[in-house]
């Protein structure tokens, strides 16, 4: 069956420094693909998506591009903060009402 | 701004009990989710539901089922509650036409003993 695959955590960097959590998928056809964010005490939240091979999705400094030949879906940030600091989940759709979630990456940012 | 609000964000059963997690959403979406949340496996679909007195099993539907008698309110119900079942809940909702973009509540966390 479809599955997402994230790097274990927890992720730990300093104010200002460049963020990559890695996300590979597998699936059959062609899913969208998305990033969710829970920061400390809430549910999770919709931060950026992709639905097709090459589309690139961003948000609040976040990117992630959707790579077919790879099956990736990497979460990049140029410059992390503090208040970035949050569980961060991969997920992929298929035609069906189901989101398939990673196990989530625990990012810490220290000042 | 979507709120779905889980009834209890604390919850300590004793194995055996019958148990009730309520969820209520307030922006009219047809679609609404019961997840559990386990550190290193993330989110499993535990049912869901696309319409009033509809339900679909997910992944992991075995020693729970669930109860939408109206559209803002999503029940999950533990039979009778066993240690394993100690998780963190999370109710999820969705509009029919933006079925990925999951409002989540903020979860509620059961410990069984």
């Known amino acids: 069956g479809d599955s997402v695959t994230q790097m274990e955590g927890p992720v730990t960097l300093s104010e200002e420094a460049f963020l990559t959590i890695n996300c590979t998928y597998t699936?059959?056809?062609?899913?969208?693909l998305f990033w969710y964010v829970q920061y400390p005490g809430e549910g999770l939240q919709l931060l950026l998506k992709?639905?097709?091979?090459?589309d690139k999705g961003s948000n609040k400094g976040f990117e992630a591009t959707y790579r077919k030949e790879t099956t990736s879906f990497h979460l990049e940030k140029g410059s992390v903060q503090v208040s970035d600091s949050a569980v961060y989940f991969c997920a992929l759709k298929d035609s069906s009402y189901k989101l398939i979630f990673g196990s989530g990456t625990r990012l810490l940012v220290r000042p | 701004d979507v709120k779905v609000t889980q009834s209890s964000r604390y919850l300590v059963k004793r194995t055996g009990e019958k148990v009730f997690l309520e969820c209520v959403q307030d922006m009219d979406h047809e679609n609404m989710f019961w997840y559990r949340q386990d550190p290193g496996l993330g989110l499993r679909l535990i049912y869901f539901?696309?319409?009033?007195?509809?339900?679909e099993k997910g992944d992991i539907p075995e020693g729970y089922s669930v109860s939408r008698e109206k559209k803002e309110r999503f029940s999950l119900i533990l039979e009778s509650a066993s240690t394993n079942q100690t998780s963190m809940y999370l109710c999820a909702s969705s509009l029919e036409y933006r079925k990925e973009k999951l409002f989540f509540g903020s979860g509620t966390q059961l410990s069984v003993l």
């Open positions: 699936a059959t056809g062609y899913p969208s």
């Open positions: 992709a639905t097709k091979a090459d």
């Open positions: 539901s696309y319409d009033v007195k509809m339900k």
